[in-house]
């Protein structure tokens, strides 16, 4: 990797540094190309347009993309973007989002350009209260470089070019369970004063199954145990989300905008389990049940507020002061019955869990063109945040199962960063963004063990540049070297223990680690884009990420409070790792081949990873979590003769087969997951959207292997999945 950062560096600064110098030698001998002239609207640019003239590699899809196929999820609407994985869940559901193949953690998710609140989630927004998703491959400076994969940047609607009042009403049945969702933007103006309030009411239900088959193996290929588990669970859960932003213009050309960002959610569930063990030799401790039901309750509130006062300075500088602050609340309770095969009670196990998170954040940036084509821009962050967390977790003699139950924790979390950037245009062909980030963490924690500090701090240079091919306008090159890291989350450094029933090496309990470093990276990315009339585009990349103090959870065993030796699952930094990947991507309208060509969309990607993790047996020593490919396909038909256009999507990733350690190996099934969508346009503010999602509804299946003390411990879990069929009615007023 150190090898490359020369010819990195030289490719990015020494050859349009040259080229200017060259250029302004030669200037009386021949006439300097002149910079192009930019016409500056009201209007926002494409998102093409966008993605152009970024010198930092962005891609930008906005209201068309997330109108597209009525998705209810803001994470349907992401699976189907070059590179973008949804990990976790089941197909047709969702999950959490991640580029590059890589794992939970990797990918930044902003909000406006902010870290939501804690136990924020991207699929409890609705597209609708989403002005545009922005997706950057490389940090920059002005957002955190906790971007090892990429950045996902989710701006909420802020009401310009919005004039009418939409009204959105859908319905989704999967398995007869029916989610209804109302959907209201409500604009206005008065004076200088702008607003828009967006509130979205639904209901979400799901019926889950899980069939489970264990196995535990002796080294001479006897099995000693044999457990087979049935899950059924049901639940309903409850969400209303409120987005209204104001924005207000002074008479001396300043704005002060503010977002207000509020969803409030209840669940409530009910589930069962049946426990079978057909095959135990002897001294095999008999099974933990036979039969178990609970019932748990949860809600959770969040208010996230973000806001800056834009003040115009001499010349055309200015000055972006940004403020906000978050709340979070979650409670949670259940209890869990586990009976014997004759019906009568083992054990009563209750939980109970509350949280409680705040915090405030503030900073600036100042910007101001150094010339036409050129713009310097230097600001800071700063960053506090509060929580309080109360679990107990009791069994029917009312004994404690773990050392900090009924224990209040108190964790805080204190950040700082400042950073600068410089982006110029140094010559029509030529653009270079140089940029610097410092950014260090305190997170300090109390509990009954004492208090427990963790301190990390990172400096991130990124170099990014982009060459226009003379000659050819609609070609261009990007190139980037960055510097990012991965720190761990508060949840990683002072988890209290989350308790697996029925524990043992392929379902452990889960708990945290105080002594966790950031992941440290050094990236290089490398592109070439061929843009096709207004929206389409041909682009082929390949990226390198070098990972050191690679985070990976270890299995070991300790003594709970009533005596039993159970399995738990640790964070531990394991070492270094590297991945690399190519992506490919094609988005054209078939009219830029063809000009009689019917109106038909074309959207296809495809990416290729490979990893490596030092110190791990291969052929499967892959960071954790990466599928080694993935690909998206989809097609839009605009009818001429009628006001229907039909469309759909696939999208695939092959089964998932990763080496975690010497001693496990974690297997996921691939996922094909086909939608399909309907848009009828009444009339000209009116549309009916009818679509089906996950219309295979392959079987999603996982195997986990453990070897230790002889023994294969070996678990295949198997959950069904279903259509999840879906209407939509749209008006404006």
């Known amino acids: 990797m150190s090898k490359l950062i020369p010819i990195a560096c030289l490719a990015l600064i020494g050859a349009p540094l040259h080229a200017y110098a060259q250029q302004q030698k030669d200037e009386g001998k021949a006439s300097v190309q002149p910079v192009p002239q930019v016409t500056i609207t009201n209007s926002r640019a494409s998102d093409m347009d966008e993605r152009r003239n970024s010198t930092a590699g962005k891609q930008v899809y906005g209201r068309e993309e997330l109108d597209r196929n009525g998705d209810t999820s803001l994470g349907d609407v992401l699976k189907r973007l070059p590179g973008v994985t949804i990990g976790g869940g089941r197909p047709g559901r969702g999950g959490d989002v ?93 004076g200088a004063l702008n607003y828009t309030l967006t509130g979205t009411l639904g209901v979400n239900r799901q019926h889950n199954e899980g069939h489970t088959v264990s196995t535990d193996t002796r080294a001479d290929g006897t099995v000693e145990r044999l457990q087979l588990q049935d899950d059924d669970s049901s639940g309903t859960t409850k969400n209303l989300h409120l987005a209204p932003r104001v924005s207000y213009k002074f008479d001396n050309g300043d704005t002060l905008n503010f977002q207000t960002f509020v969803m409030a959610m209840r669940s409530d569930t009910g589930a069962t389990s049946a426990l079978r063990q057909p095959l135990a030799a002897d001294g095999v401790p008999p099974q933990e049940y036979a039969s178990a039901n609970s019932q748990a309750h949860a809600s959770a509130t969040f208010m996230r507020g973000f806001g800056n006062w834009i003040h115009r300075l001499q010349g055309a500088s200015k000055l972006d002061v940004k403020f906000g602050f978050g709340l979070g609340k979650r409670d949670g309770d259940s209890v869990r019955y586990q009976y014997n095969a004759a019906g009568g009670l083992l054990d009563r196990f209750t939980d109970t869990d509350e949280s409680r998170d705040r915090g405030l954040n503030t900073g600036g940036k100042y910007t101001s063109p150094l010339g036409q084509g050129h713009l310097l821009a230097a600001g800071w962050e700063l960053e506090n945040s509060h929580r309080e967390q109360t679990r107990v977790s009791l069994d029917k003699d009312g004994v404690s199962q773990f050392a900090d139950s009924g224990d209040n924790l108190t964790a805080d979390t204190r950040r700082v960063a400042v950073y600068a950037q410089d982006e110029w245009d140094i010559t029509p062909e030529w653009g270079v963004y140089l940029g610097a980030r410092w950014e260090g963490i305190r997170t300090t924690s109390d509990r009954s063990a004492g208090t427990i500090t963790n301190n990390s701090s990172v400096f991130s240079p990124l170099l990014h540049g982009v060459w226009r091919i003379p000659g050819k306008e609609r070609d261009q090159v990007r190139m980037s070297w960055t510097k990012s890291y991965k720190s761990p989350n508060v949840q990683d450094l002072i988890a209290l223990p989350a308790l697996s029933r029925n524990n043992d090496a392929t379902r452990p309990d889960r708990t945290g680690n105080p002594n966790l470093k950031p992941e440290l990276a050094t990236g290089i990315d490398l592109a070439y884009e061929h843009y096709l009339g207004r ?17 990976r959870r270890t299995l070991t065993t300790y003594t ?47 990416s290729r990873f490979w990893s490596k993790v030092d110190g791990i047996p291969g052929p499967d020593n892959r960071l954790d979590q990466q599928a080694r490919q993935t690909g998206n396909l989809g097609v839009d038909y605009r009818m001429k003769d009628l006001p229907l256009t039909l469309g759909t999507s696939f999208n695939w990733t092959p089964a998932i087969r990763v080496q975690t350690s010497t001693e496990q190996v974690v297997e996921v099934s691939r996922k094909r997951v086909l939608d399909a969508y309907v848009l009828w346009k009444a009339t000209p503010l009116t549309q009916l959207r009818l679509s089906a999602s996950n219309i295979l509804a392959d079987d999603a299946t996982g195997d986990n292997l453990v070897t230790a003390r002889g023994v294969a411990k070996f678990s295949s879990t198997l959950n069904p999945t279903y259509t999840v069929w879906s209407a939509r009615l749209e008006t404006k007023f």
């Open 535 to 551: 929206a389409g585009i041909l682009s082929a990349s390949a990226f390198v990420r070098d990972i050191d103090d690679l985070i």
């Open 560 to 606: 709970a409070p009533d005596g039993t030796v159970r399995w738990v699952s640790t964070p531990s930094n394991v070492g270094h790792a590297k991945t690399k990947g190519i992506e490919l991507e094609a988005k054209f309208q078939l009219v830029e081949w063809f000009p009689d060509a019917p109106a038909i969309d074309f959207r296809t990607n495809y």
């Open 98 to 190: 991640r580029m590059r193949g890589l794992g939970n953690g990797y990918t930044q998710v902003l909000v406006n350009g902010e870290r939501p609140p804690a136990g924020f989630s991207m699929e409890s927004l609705s597209p609708d209260q989403v002005e545009r998703v922005e997706v950057m491959r490389g940090p920059v400076a002005e957002h955190s470089a906790r971007a090892i994969a990429g950045t996902i940047n989710i701006v909420l609607r802020d009401g310009y070019q919005q004039k009418d009042i939409q009204v959105k009403l859908a319905d989704s049945v999967e398995q007869g369970l029916h989610t209804p969702n109302l959907s209201v933007t409500l604009p206005g103006k008065a």
